[in-house]
């Protein structure tokens, strides 16, 4: 499936959209170029989820935390990963063992040490300027999310 943003907001408001549609445990995948929204999406989806903190992008911590009102949340950005084993320095594993919430910017550079996606979402900026994305279910749950946003969809525009 895929939509068309205009801006920020409307990004967001998606991603806001699609916490209400999501049950956690979730794994969702956010992929794309620098600069297209992949934080502002997991911002909107954040919010709505609750965090009233500020959600600032884990570029260099790699990975955010976060309690809300559908359990515990984790906000990973992978893209200074030289190397997939460097999860481990961060205790991976160990935050695997708590169902959560997972929204995983730079995938492709923790490859065989992060859970597989339900939902993986690539965003693009295309040359009117407007953000495209494309959401891809991975199982039948993610199936459902995405059909329950296309119903939606006239609000997400």
């Given at each position: ?38 934080t502002t999406l997991a911002q ?94 991975h199982n039948s749950r993610a ?13 997400l525009t």
């Amino acid at each position: 499936m895929n939509w068309d943003f205009a801006s920020a907001a409307v990004c967001q408001a998606w991603g806001a959209t699609l916490a209400q549609c999501i049950q956690v445990p979730a794994v969702i995948y956010l992929e794309g170029d620098l600069g297209v929204g992949k934080t502002t999406l997991a911002q909107g989806m954040l919010r709505a989820l609750g965090v009233t903190q500020s959600i600032k992008s884990p570029t260099y911590t790699l990975l955010e935390s976060y309690t809300t009102d559908s359990g515990l949340a984790h906000h990973l950005d992978l893209y200074r990963l030289n190397e997939p084993e460097e999860l481990e320095f961060i205790g991976i594993r160990d935050y695997l063992v708590t169902p959560a919430l997972w929204l995983i910017e730079w995938p492709e550079k923790g490859e065989g040490h992060l859970p597989n996606p339900d939902l993986q979402l690539t965003l693009n900026i295309r040359s009117d300027a407007w953000h495209q994305l494309f959401a891809k279910a991975h199982n039948s749950r993610a199936e459902a999310w995405l059909q329950t946003l296309s119903d939606h969809a006239a609000s997400l525009t």
